[in-house]
């Protein structure tokens, strides 16, 4: 079955510590995209990507990097500058399109300890 | 203004009743509208999208766009509980070479068996 994987579903990180989360899709789709979920705040994104080997930040970047090596995966690194980094992240991916809805992950938690 | 609101709820409703979900958005250049549940601690899911001024039916699930009021609503027959989850509204345009997708921060529904 076609979808989106994202792995780890719930990940703790150290102060000071970098954490990568892994987002995977199998649609065929060209454009990915990292969403950061907190409550009350709806989503934000973080980094989006139309085509492999290019990617644009999005609305809160700050704290984040990313990489498009191939189509069908797009991981997302959580650095030691993000200062607040303790939300739900999803990934989600898309045809080219204003037509085209998301297909998001399962969401990875993460969690500063 | 938000660019994208939604009344937060809950928003209760009882079994077999109507629910009404409404959201406003600011851009005038928007061109597609979904709406997107979201059950608790899962990812969101789509299921409905409307591009054009009028109604869209999908089984029980009916969207509704105005484009003038700059209003779009999701109206749900006959409410199951499987139906109590966030709603998500979500406006996409294309601006700049991509597509630029602003959520909602999302309605609570809850239906009372």
């Known amino acids: 079955d076609g979808g989106i994987t994202q792995s780890p579903k719930y990940l703790f990180r150290k102060e000071g510590q970098n954490v990568t989360l892994s987002c995977e899709q199998n649609l065929n789709h060209d454009a990915m995209y990292w969403y950061r979920q907190d409550p009350g705040q709806g989503l934000r994104l973080i980094y989006y990507s139309q085509i492999v080997n290019d990617f644009q930040k999005g609305d809160i970047a700050e704290g984040y990097s990313v990489s498009r090596e191939k189509k069908e995966s797009f991981p997302l690194t959580v650095t030691s500058a993000q200062k607040n980094p303790t939300a739900f992240y999803l990934c989600?991916?898309?045809?080219?399109?204003?037509?085209?809805?998301?297909?998001f992950g399962s969401g990875t938690r993460l969690t500063v300890v | 203004q938000k660019e994208v609101e939604q009344n937060s709820g809950p928003l209760s409703v009882p079994e077999g009743a109507i629910a009404s979900l409404n959201c406003t958005y600011s851009?005038?250049?928007?061109?597609?509208f979904f709406w997107y549940r979201q059950y608790s601690g899962k990812s969101p899911e789509l299921i409905m999208s409307i591009y054009s001024n009028g109604d869209k039916e999908d089984g029980r699930f009916t969207a509704q766009l105005n484009k003038a009021s700059q209003y779009v609503s999701l109206l749900i027959r006959d409410s199951q509980p499987s139906d109590s989850a966030t709603y998500l509204c979500a406006v996409n345009r294309h601006s700049g070479g991509y597509q630029k997708v602003t959520f909602g921060t999302g309605t609570k529904l809850q239906v009372i068996p």
């Open positions: 989600a991916s898309s045809g080219q399109g204003v037509m085209f809805g998301y297909t």
């Open positions: 851009d005038r250049g928007s061109q597609s």
